[in-house]
């Protein structure tokens, strides 16, 4: 398979921390590849190197299959996390502006932002200043300057926050239709739910290290099966379950709760147990949901999402 | 178009749309504007001071002698102007000019029939002067001193009669000083003097009263003309010759001279040579502004990019050393648009001057090559020094806030220069001068101001080695600086850590491990 990006054993050190540990990682072409993993634990600074902001201390990166990223720059697409605009530039001005820097020609980048900005309903914004936007557009203007000169690896980081639903939406649609014309999309998410919904693979990065890589699937059949319940009532009920040692871990959402059974329990019993207390409106044995992944995976560390 | 060139072309756009720009552009016309029209006007504005005069003397001799002695000087003044006139036109609408303005009452007027000269034509057309009329005219200007209608004209900027009326008052009843201090109060006059019954002896009961105690030009102006009068009493009085009573009151003074700049030879100074050997501060002061507004746009700029979160987005598209050289041209190029319009509107400036300001040489001095050159060469100098600085702390900084600590030691260094400015101004090839010179961070100034000496061409050459020496070090400092501090956040690091950075090797800290190349 073709990879659009191939990390092998890269490391990067800042003084004596390191930031990303002999990290290995194979991203193939027109895929959507999902970056999870707690803060700090080394994601921007990995997407940072394949953007050549930073160099690796070792290893080696090929990103669209040359090994000097830097060569390739104009050919990738980057959201980063914190995302800013030139206040007093004119929306047009400014989407051109990042797609000249990407080696456009100053009148095909004119165009194609017009263009943009009027196809994502920005079309009376285009001879308005910056300042003017609000925070959902202003993203919006943001992906458009990311997108512009037609990537062929697009870097989105943390695309989601801030979105109201219709904007969101937008975003996955976006993300879906590079998909469809063959571009290959990174996406670093805190919200597990958008990672599966989309992501073909996941790839999780903890303290510097690996800890997961592979494509949903794979990623969920090397973790045991949960119960999930939709209930109503108090939820109180779980932890008794779990201090009378039926189950071991209990991600209680409110509403839905998952919950691990210990070995050697049936779920039956559990079952019986939960009926008596609350009103429970679904009931199923199924994969782990990548909350509970995430969770386990940082060692059940309160995790700063 | 090279990556740096997009950034700096941006960077020029958009300060093109911002207030300091303009105002940078047009506060200059302004100043010229104001300098031309802003002083004559300021003179012009202020009001005529009437003084009434309370005069003890014998048939208050005084007191007339000093009017016949302003009346003297202005018509000397006048006569001054009137056979300094191009053509007979121009003689007659000056002269009608102020005539017109004078009252019946004015001692011109009074001069006029006291005199029996007809002094309206006799100013307007001086040829045509009888001998006896011509012979009165000689006496007249041989009684102003050599110097004195300059020394009036200090005193009283231009005709007295522009700026002091004596106002008569017929009754003023037995308590003349109470009736005169009621004139006052009401601000009938603004002034009024007394003068006692023997002035040739002395001046114990003279006075002058004005509630005004800081405007004293008329005090000054009054009692010169009374000093001139009262000493040639005394003299007179000694029965001396009127040679020896010239020689007594003749002045001992010093030519000012100079050696000629080709020949070597020692000559008199010219004035608009004295106006050369300051015109270097003034190029200093806007070489200082044009640095520090072009510096300081650089450093805020800088900051906006980094609050607003755009450094990343750049550096996925850009090199930090693009940014970085980008941003210096783009605001240089900004700063250099600001100065040459000031040049130009300047060389335009000089074309409306006229009268006195036209004959101290200003075109000469504004479009001399060495003056041009200088500073629009340590301008760039001047700019690209700090700007290594200040984008390397814009760098570091989230906030301008945060900048300000680390500002303060460029503007303690910064504000040398200026006080240094009218010292070096005076000795510019002076001990001080040269040492100063040779600091890099005031090379720029220094030379600048050292313009009007000039410095001997080895010190230019020294200068511009040690300049682009200091620029090759301080924009490598930057570098380093830039590359770590621009993807920074959180608190600025101290003076400490940076050097440390500036140590380490490069890869050592966030930094690149290879330099690209456009």
């Given at each position: 398979m073709e990879h659009a990006l191939t990390l092998s054993h890269v490391t990067k050190r800042f003084g004596s921390f390191t930031?990303?540990?002999d990290l290995s990682l194979n991203i193939p072409t027109g895929s959507i590849y999902g970056f999870i993993g707690p803060?700090?634990?080394g994601k921007t600074t990995t997407i940072r190197m394949v953007m050549s902001i930073f160099y690796p201390d070792a290893g080696e990166i090929t990103v669209l299959g040359n090994s000097q990223p830097e060569a390739v720059k104009d050919r990738l697409g980057y959201l980063p996390e914190e995302k800013g605009l030139y206040?007093?530039?004119?929306l047009g001005e400014i989407v051109a502006y990042f797609g000249k820097l990407k080696g456009m020609n100053s009148g095909e980048a004119k165009r194609k932002a017009i263009d943009l900005l009027e196809r994502y309903g920005l079309g009376e914004w285009i001879?308005?200043?910056?300042?003017?936007?609000?925070k959902g557009m202003g993203q919006k203007v943001q992906l458009l300057g990311t997108l512009i000169h037609d990537p062929e690896l697009v870097i989105l980081d943390?695309?989601?926050?801030?979105?109201d639903p219709v904007n969101m939406e937008l975003m996955r649609d976006t993300i879906l239709s590079m998909k469809k014309e063959g571009r290959t999309v990174i996406f670093s998410t805190h919200v597990m739910k958008q990672a599966e919904e989309i992501c073909d693979y996941i790839f999780m990065i903890h303290k510097s290290k690996k800890v997961l890589d592979g494509t949903l699937a794979e990623v969920k059949s090397t973790h045991e099966r949960g119960i999930q319940v939709d209930y109503d009532g108090d939820g109180a009920v779980f932890h008794e379950l779990q201090s009378q040692g039926l189950v071991d871990r209990v991600n209680d959402a409110g509403k839905t709760c998952e919950m691990f059974p210990t070995d050697g329990t049936d779920p039956q019993q559990i079952l019986k147990k939960l009926v008596e207390r609350i009103s429970i409106r679904r009931f199923d044995l199924r994969d782990p949901s990548l909350h509970e992944i995430f969770v386990r995976a940082v060692g059940g560390e309160v995790v700063d999402a | 178009m090279s990556k740096t060139m997009l950034v700096a072309q941006r960077e020029f756009m958009e300060n093109m749309r911002t207030k300091t720009f303009w105002l940078g552009i047009l506060s200059f016309p302004i100043l010229i504007v104001f300098a031309i029209f802003g002083q004559k006007l300021l003179a012009d504005s202020k009001d005529v001071r009437k003084y009434a005069v309370l005069d003890r003397s014998e048939g208050q001799w005084l007191s007339r002698a000093v009017s016949a002695r302003a009346t003297q000087a202005d018509i000397g003044k006048l006569l001054e102007e009137v056979t300094e006139a191009k053509d007979e036109d121009e003689r007659t609408k000056l002269v009608q000019k102020w005539w017109s303005a004078l009252?019946?009452?004015?001692p011109l007027r009074i001069a006029e029939r006291q005199f029996g000269l007809d002094i309206l034509s006799m100013i307007a057309n001086p040829?045509?002067?009888s001998d006896q009329q011509k012979q009165q005219m000689s006496k007249w200007r041989d009684q102003l001193a050599p110097g004195q209608i300059e020394e009036l004209a200090k005193v009283?900027?231009?005709?007295?009669l522009d700026d002091y009326r004596q106002v008569q008052f017929d009754d003023l009843g037995d308590d003349p000083e109470k009736a005169l201090s009621e004139k006052l109060n009401d601000e009938k006059i603004f002034a009024y003097f007394v003068i006692g019954p023997d002035p040739e002896e002395s001046d114990e009961t003279s006075a002058y009263v004005s509630?005004?105690?800081?405007?004293n030009e008329l005090r000054k102006w009054y009692a010169s003309h009374a000093t001139e009068i009262v000493r040639d009493r005394r003299i007179k009085n000694l029965n001396l010759s009127a040679e020896d009573a010239a020689s007594i009151r003749g002045r001992y003074e010093f030519a000012q001279q100079n050696l000629d700049g080709e020949t070597g030879e020692v000559k008199d100074v010219e004035d608009k040579e004295k106006l050369g050997g300051l015109a270097p501060i003034a190029f200093v002061y806007l070489l200082w502004i044009a640095v520090f507004t072009a510096a300081q746009m650089l450093l805020t700029n800088t900051i906006e990019e980094k609050s607003n979160r755009l450094i990343e987005v750049l550096l996925s598209s850009v090199s930090p050393m693009q940014l970085m050289a980008g941003k210096v041209i783009g605001i240089g190029a900004t700063g250099l648009t600001i100065v040459l319009s000031w040049v130009i509107s300047a060389l335009i400036g000089v074309q409306f001057m006229s009268g006195k300001i036209a004959e101290l040489g200003l075109t000469a001095i504004i479009s001399d090559p060495l003056y041009l050159g200088s500073f629009v060469a340590y301008f760039l100098a001047g700019y690209l020094l700090y700007a290594a600085f200040l984008v390397a702390i814009g760098s570091v900084c989230d906030s301008l806030k945060e900048a300000q600590s680390l500002m303060q030691p460029v503007f303690i260094i910064l504000i040398v220069p200026l006080i240094a400015m009218v010292f070096v101004v005076q000795d510019p090839n002076g001990t001080v001068a040269r040492f100063l010179t040779y600091i890099p961070l005031f090379t720029p100034f220094l030379m600048m101001n050292r313009a009007g000496g000039p410095p001997p061409t080895w010190e230019y050459v020294a200068t511009t080695i040690l300049i682009i020496v200091s620029l090759a070090i301080a924009f490598w400092a930057a570098a380093k600086v830039f590359r770590v501090g621009i993807l920074m956040t959180g608190k600025p690091p101290k003076v400490s850590e940076i050097l440390r950075w500036l140590r380490?090797?490069?890869?050592?800290?966030?930094?690149?491990k290879q330099e690209t190349t456009d």
């Open positions: 930031a990303v540990d803060n700090g634990a206040k007093t530039m004119r001879d308005k200043k910056c300042q003017a936007l609000s943390e695309p989601f926050s801030g979105l | 009252t019946e009452d004015h040829p045509e002067l009283a900027g231009g005709l007295s509630n005004n105690i800081t405007d380490a090797p490069v890869g050592q800290v966030a930094e690149r």
